[in-house]
């Protein structure tokens, strides 16, 4: 019986993630033999973006399906890897770029459009998946179980009213397959051609029924992981490169002080470059009498001498063929990941029309991030007087001759150990039950979900910085070095120079660092409900669709920092408690109406309409709406459009989270080189910048404080499409869809940035008097020492382009072909930092991370017992400058785009008679390097592969 019922159930609820074999595009080949149509009764099947059983496939708004099959035919180890390369997603957070931030290594999360990861909704089987970042309803793909998956379904255009507000750029769906029968092994190992960089995976799956065919249980399980890399273990990446005053530019200001450009590049690109400011031996400068400034750097030995500074260009501390920091070594292209998850679900026929169901998993996952070591550069560098115990003669001869007792030493401190994080993420979730058949036409179903993410989070070699300066201040008592500090040395304090490579002592580093625990735990706890009814009533062009449901969510999300860090006392960022929480009891409701059938130019025509009302304990009540048309022209043309409204409530840290300590990379406004405007010169003048102003400070990162905001309102989106689908009665096997897609954000909720802050604190026609240089300090030098942002609902978000797909399946050569096409234009993506000033936005449309034309080409070949596969991805030509940024300076840089990107990906594959099929491929066929001098680790370049050429193997066996 459970072969009758839940197979059935199976075909409705997972139909469309099975099309991919088909017409491999979302939609099914329409029917044309008239007899057969009047014989059979077309299935009614769910399809992702709606809860209305259909008959057919049709999907009434634009869905792009990937087959579980697809997924798994790559040498990829994570399934978000190969997502993150479709064109509608950003690979925001790859695990090539997911250590760039506190406490995110390992996390692989999806962004369609670009548009931010809070804005995607992962869901499994369309149900909601807890979050695996804190604070954020980000759903790591790492935590769902890949042995069980069917299909991806990725759906743009009026999917909040149907799952959820926060739908608002489309939801990412993972149909589960549904009974599980016998014993699937699968195993993958992989390795790089000119890395160390190696993965593998292992899966094993077991189902069965019992109580006669009743019942269905299966088990699966997985282990995989990959080693990490560095951007000097690859040739391509670990020359050093630096972007640098170009001497021959003769950019001028005119007499109204206005900059003319003379098209020659204002910075070049040179290799073996670096920063000659700072250095793992310790170096630091003098001023003699002439005022020139001199540079000097310590030897191994501790003795010192002056610093080869090869070719300076004009500009603090870049130099190349020099002595210099190279930050390339402390560059991670990959992380070292591994995962472990264990499933189970079950399936139980109660009655001939009710059937229970329950489903667990279990997920622990552990990255691991290298950085840069501890460092001393600027307010920061480490005073050293002329007592210490370690310095040398030549040192104290030095400073003898300079008249100082003092020196100021920039220190980058790789013999006190790279600093380390080590993130386990596990996550559990629970999903049970009942869905059923009432009467002919109802169906319901009944579930709850509790999912729960905890991240243990250790922060190894973090430097406590009273300690590390007890230690080098170091002085002689009775002919012993020792800390200066009595107190110090009676609590075990242990001296150490800092005067040369490898110059910091065993002893000294357990004195002054420490490793630094912090966990986090993410709670979701769902209940939901649907019934639906596919035939409510019959209108003259057909019957009447209608679903109605109601859910109850509650979010949680505490965060607990380590307490002594917390202080400030240590080099990591003083991070603080956070714990937030709200839930929301939604009402949503379906029609489908069927408008017109059997005309000229309609063969149907169908209405759909859908609506949400959320009642939230943060921002009160959130109304989400949809309206489309579905039009069959004929039994070849259909057209179909969608037109959506949404709210987005804030999540819990963009509400509740605390003001914490950060780091910006900013470019200083009142610097001689940026000061263009003459309001700009006038307002830096009046903070007293000085017109010749020269800033060292922004040559690294400033520090900054960013938080939540309790007063936040809710984001409002509008959103629509309009798509042709075409399947021609002449060419079967061929489909067509061309879709174009708009969305809108207002009210946005949004850090403003730092470099914004900076900017229109002095671009204020008004005066430095303003909001915004009250976010900014400076010191007596005029630095910049610290920036403070908070969310605000101050930005406005704007995409749209055009989706497109062609599927053609055929059989030749005695065998069977598979093709598809998929492919997006996006022709605009705008981001307002302030929706007030609608006249300044930035557009990203062709700039880095988001090409206007992005398309994946597949070409697979099965015949008898070999199949052979062939992908391309392609990535247009993309500018490193917006359009706004070259209107001020049409010639900022010797790079200026990065070209057309192919990269291509072929496997060979074989079935034995015993049942064991062996796959060998090899990703990136013809090494395509990186563009430029990127080393694909950014989140905008995280698109482009960093791994090269890379071979694998996968071997799988079912019986």
Same mark, same amino acid.
């Given at each position: 019986?459970?072969?009758?019922?839940?197979?059935?159930?199976?075909?409705?609820?997972?139909?469309?993630?099975?099309?991919?074999?088909?017409?491999?595009?979302?939609?099914?080949?329409?029917?044309?033999?008239?007899? %057969?149509?009047?014989?059979?009764?077309?299935?009614?099947?769910?399809?992702?973006?709606?809860?209305?059983?259909?008959?057919?496939?049709? %999907?009434?708004?634009?869905?792009?399906?990937?087959?579980?099959?697809?997924?798994?035919?790559?040498?990829?180890?994570?399934?978000?890897?190969?997502?993150?390369?479709?064109?509608?997603?950003?690979?925001?957070?790859? !695990?090539?770029?997911?250590?760039?931030?506190?406490?995110?290594?390992?996390?692989?999360?999806?962004?369609?459009?670009?548009?931010?990861?809070?804005?995607?909704?992962? !869901?499994?089987?369309?149900?909601?998946?807890?979050?695996?970042?804190?604070?954020?309803?980000?759903?790591?793909?790492?935590?769902?179980?890949?042995?069980?998956?069917?299909?991806?379904?990725?759906?743009?255009?009026?999917?909040?009213?149907?799952?959820?507000?926060?739908?608002?750029?489309?939801?990412?769906?993972?149909?589960?397959?549904?009974?599980?029968?016998?014993?699937?092994?699968?195993?993958?190992?992989?390795?790089?051609?000119?890395?160390?960089?190696?993965?593998?995976?292992?899966?094993?799956?077991?189902?069965?029924?019992?109580?006669?065919?009743?019942?269905?249980?299966?088990?699966?399980?997985?282990?995989?992981?990959?080693?990490?890399?560095?951007?000097?273990?690859?040739?391509?990446?670990?020359?050093? &490169?630096?972007?640098?005053?170009?001497?021959?530019?003769?950019?001028?200001?005119?007499?109204?002080?206005?900059?003319?450009?003379?098209?020659?590049?204002?910075?070049?690109?040179?290799?073996?470059?670096?920063?000659?400011?700072?250095?793992?031996?310790?170096?630091?400068?003098?001023?003699?009498?002439?005022?020139?400034?001199?540079?000097?750097? &310590?030897?191994?030995?501790?003795?010192?001498?002056?610093?080869?500074?090869?070719?300076?260009?004009?500009?603090?501390?870049?130099?190349?063929?020099?002595?210099?920091?190279?930050?390339?070594?402390?560059?991670?292209?990959?992380?070292?990941?591994?995962?472990?998850?264990?499933?189970?679900?079950?399936?139980?026929?109660?009655?001939?029309?009710?059937?229970?169901?329950?489903?667990?998993?279990?997920?622990?996952?552990?990255?691991?991030?290298?950085?840069?070591?501890?460092?001393?550069?600027?307010?920061?560098?480490?005073?050293?007087?002329?007592?210490?115990?370690?310095?040398?003669?030549?040192?104290?001869? !030095?400073?003898?001759?300079?008249?100082?007792?003092?020196?100021?030493?920039?220190?980058?401190?790789?013999?006190?150990?790279?600093?380390?994080?080590?993130?386990?993420?596990?996550?559990?979730?629970?999903?049970?039950?009942?869905?059923?058949?009432?009467?002919?036409?109802?169906?319901?179903?009944?579930?709850?979900?509790?999912?729960?993410?905890?991240?243990?989070?250790?922060?190894?070699?973090?430097?406590?910085?009273?300690?590390?300066?007890?230690?080098?201040?170091?002085?002689?008592?009775?002919?012993?070095?020792?800390?200066?500090?009595?107190?110090?040395?009676?609590?075990?304090?242990?001296?150490?120079?800092?005067?040369?490579?490898?110059?910091?002592?065993?002893?000294?580093?357990?004195?002054?660092?420490?490793?630094?625990?912090?966990?986090?735990?993410?709670?979701?706890?769902?209940?939901?409900?649907?019934?639906?009814?596919?035939?409510?009533?019959?209108?003259?062009?057909?019957?009447?669709?209608?679903?109605?449901?109601?859910?109850?969510?509650?979010?949680?999300?505490?965060?607990?920092?380590?307490?002594?860090?917390?202080?400030?006392?240590?080099?990591?960022?003083?991070?603080?408690?956070?714990?937030?929480?709200?839930?929301?009891?939604?009402?949503?409701?379906?029609?489908?109406?069927?408008?017109?059938?059997?005309?000229?130019?309609?063969?149907?025509?169908?209405?759909?309409?859908?609506?949400?009302?959320?009642?939230?304990?943060?921002?009160?009540?959130?109304?989400?709406?949809?309206?489309?048309?579905?039009?069959?022209?004929?039994?070849?043309?259909?057209?179909?459009?969608?037109?959506?409204?949404?709210?987005?409530?804030?999540?819990?840290?963009?509400? &509740?989270?605390?003001?914490?300590?950060?780091?910006?990379?900013?470019?200083?406004?009142?610097?001689?080189?940026?000061?263009?405007?003459?309001?700009?010169?006038?307002?830096?003048?009046?903070?007293?910048?000085?017109?010749?102003?020269?800033?060292?400070?922004?040559?690294?990162?400033?520090?900054?404080?960013?938080?939540?905001?309790?007063?936040?309102?809710?984001?409002?989106?509008?959103?629509?499409?309009?798509?042709?689908?075409?399947?021609?009665?002449?060419?079967?096997?061929?489909?067509?869809?061309?879709?174009?897609?708009?969305?809108?954000?207002?009210?946005?909720?949004?850090?403003?940035? %730092?470099?914004?802050?900076?900017?229109?604190?002095?671009?204020?026609? !008004?005066?430095?008097?303003?909001?915004?240089?009250?976010?900014?300090?400076?010191?007596?030098?005029?630095?910049?020492?610290?920036?403070?942002?908070?969310?605000?609902?101050?930005?406005?978000?704007?995409?749209?382009?055009?989706?497109?797909?062609?599927?053609?399946?055929?059989?030749?050569?005695?065998?069977?072909?598979?093709?598809?096409?998929?492919?997006?234009?996006?022709?605009?993506?705008?981001?307002?930092?302030?929706?007030?000033?609608?006249?300044?936005?930035?557009?990203? %449309?062709?700039?880095?991370?988001?090409?206007?034309?992005?398309?994946?080409?597949?070409?697979?070949?099965?015949?008898?017992?070999?199949?052979?596969?062939?992908?391309?991805?392609?990535?247009?030509?993309?500018?490193?400058?917006?359009?706004?940024?070259?209107?001020?300076?049409?010639?900022?840089?010797?790079?200026?785009?990065?070209?057309?990107?192919?990269?291509?990906?072929?496997?060979?594959?074989?079935?034995?008679?015993?049942?064991?099929?062996?796959?060998?491929?090899?990703?990136?066929?013809?090494?395509?390097?990186?563009?430029?001098?990127?080393?694909?680790?950014?989140?905008?370049?995280?698109?482009?592969?960093?791994?090269?050429?890379?071979?694998?193997?996968?071997?799988?066996?079912?019986?």
């Amino acid at each position: 019986m459970l072969q009758n019922f839940s197979r059935k159930r199976l075909w409705q609820v997972s139909q469309l993630g099975l099309l991919g074999t088909g017409a491999l595009l979302g939609v099914a080949h329409a029917e044309t033999d008239t007899l %057969a149509m009047a014989e059979v009764t077309p299935e009614r099947i769910q399809v992702t973006g709606s809860r209305i059983l259909r008959e057919g496939a049709i %999907a009434p708004s634009p869905v792009t399906v990937i087959s579980g099959q697809e997924l798994v035919e790559t040498g990829a180890m994570n399934i978000g890897e190969v997502l993150n390369a479709l064109p509608s997603l950003a690979a925001t957070f790859s !695990l090539a770029n997911s250590g760039r931030s506190i406490g995110t290594a390992g996390l692989n999360l999806l962004d369609l459009r670009g548009m931010g990861t809070a804005r995607t909704l992962v !869901l499994v089987d369309g149900r909601r998946h807890v979050s695996s970042s804190a604070g954020s309803a980000a759903v790591d793909t790492n935590a769902i179980p890949t042995a069980w998956i069917d299909s991806v379904e990725i759906i743009t255009g009026g999917a909040s009213a149907v799952y959820g507000a926060d739908a608002v750029t489309g939801v990412v769906n993972f149909r589960l397959k549904r009974d599980i029968e016998g014993f699937d092994l699968h195993a993958s190992v992989g390795r790089a051609e000119d890395s160390p960089y190696r993965n593998h995976k292992l899966t094993a799956s077991y189902g069965s029924y019992f109580a006669q065919d009743r019942g269905n249980f299966a088990l699966s399980a997985e282990v995989s992981g990959q080693n990490g890399i560095n951007a000097t273990q690859r040739r391509q990446t670990r020359t050093s &490169f630096m972007a640098v005053r170009n001497p021959e530019d003769g950019d001028y200001r005119d007499d109204d002080g206005q900059w003319v450009h003379d098209g020659i590049p204002d910075t070049i690109t040179v290799a073996n470059a670096g920063w000659y400011d700072s250095s793992t031996a310790g170096n630091f400068y003098l001023v003699s009498d002439s005022g020139t400034v001199d540079w000097f750097i &310590f030897n191994p030995d501790g003795s010192v001498r002056p610093q080869d500074l090869g070719t300076t260009y004009g500009q603090w501390g870049r130099c190349s063929d020099c002595e210099f920091l190279d930050l390339r070594r402390y560059n991670d292209l990959q992380p070292a990941f591994n995962r472990f998850n264990v499933n189970s679900k079950l399936n139980f026929e109660l009655t001939p029309d009710t059937l229970l169901f329950a489903q667990a998993s279990f997920v622990r996952n552990r990255g691991n991030s290298e950085g840069q070591p501890s460092f001393f550069e600027y307010d920061s560098a480490l005073m050293v007087g002329r007592d210490n115990a370690y310095l040398d003669p030549s040192l104290v001869s !030095l400073m003898d001759n300079y008249g100082i007792d003092q020196i100021a030493v920039h220190r980058f401190q790789e013999d006190a150990g790279r600093r380390l994080e080590n993130n386990r993420r596990t996550t559990a979730r629970f999903v049970a039950g009942v869905e059923g058949i009432l009467g002919l036409d109802w169906n319901y179903e009944l579930y709850g979900v509790f999912g729960e993410t905890k991240l243990e989070q250790v922060n190894r070699n973090n430097l406590i910085r009273t300690n590390f300066a007890q230690s080098i201040d170091a002085i002689v008592v009775d002919g012993e070095i020792v800390c200066r500090d009595e107190l110090a040395r009676a609590n075990g304090c242990v001296p150490t120079s800092i005067f040369g490579d490898n110059a910091i002592n065993e002893q000294a580093r357990h004195w002054f660092n420490t490793n630094s625990y912090s966990n986090s735990t993410i709670r979701q706890t769902v209940f939901s409900g649907h019934l639906n009814n596919s035939g409510l009533f019959e209108l003259p062009a057909g019957f009447v669709g209608v679903s109605l449901g109601a859910e109850y969510r509650k979010e949680e999300s505490e965060s607990t920092p380590d307490s002594f860090a917390a202080t400030g006392a240590t080099f990591l960022n003083a991070l603080q408690y956070e714990k937030g929480n709200f839930d929301v009891q939604e009402a949503f409701a379906e029609l489908s109406i069927p408008v017109l059938a059997d005309l000229p130019l309609i063969q149907d025509l169908v209405l759909d309409l859908a609506v949400r009302v959320a009642d939230y304990s943060t921002i009160g009540t959130a109304v989400s709406w949809k309206t489309g048309l579905d039009w069959h022209l004929n039994p070849e043309l259909r057209a179909r459009a969608t037109y959506s409204e949404a709210l987005r409530a804030p999540n819990i840290g963009e509400l &509740f989270g605390p003001q914490n300590q950060t780091f910006f990379r900013v470019t200083d406004p009142c610097s001689v080189h940026e000061a263009q405007s003459e309001t700009r010169r006038v307002n830096c003048a009046a903070l007293g910048v000085p017109a010749d102003f020269d800033p060292q400070a922004t040559a690294s990162s400033i520090e900054g404080l960013s938080g939540g905001n309790p007063e936040l309102r809710e984001e409002k989106s509008t959103s629509y499409t309009l798509g042709l689908v075409y399947q021609p009665d002449w060419l079967p096997g061929f489909s067509a869809t061309l879709d174009y897609w708009s969305i809108e954000i207002d009210d946005a909720i949004s850090s403003v940035s %730092a470099q914004n802050i900076l900017n229109k604190c002095v671009d204020a026609e !008004l005066g430095v008097n303003n909001q915004f240089c009250e976010l900014v300090e400076r010191n007596e030098q005029h630095e910049l020492v610290l920036i403070t942002s908070i969310t605000q609902n101050v930005a406005a978000l704007t995409a749209e382009g055009v989706d497109f797909e062609l599927g053609y399946d055929f059989d030749a050569l005695g065998g069977r072909f598979n093709t598809k096409l998929i492919g997006t234009y996006l022709d605009s993506r705008k981001t307002f930092s302030f929706q007030d000033s609608p006249e300044e936005f930035d557009q990203f %449309a062709g700039t880095l991370g988001y090409a206007r034309w992005q398309s994946n080409l597949s070409i697979s070949y099965r015949y008898d017992v070999w199949s052979l596969g062939w992908k391309t991805r392609y990535l247009d030509r993309v500018s490193l400058f917006r359009q706004q940024e070259l209107a001020v300076n049409p010639d900022p840089s010797d790079i200026m785009h990065y070209g057309s990107y192919f990269v291509t990906d072929v496997r060979l594959g074989y079935q034995f008679a015993s049942g064991v099929q062996l796959t060998l491929g090899v990703d990136n066929v013809f090494d395509r390097n990186l563009p430029g001098v990127t080393t694909g680790t950014t989140g905008t370049t995280g698109l482009y592969n960093n791994i090269g050429r890379f071979y694998y193997s996968n071997v799988s066996y079912r019986f």
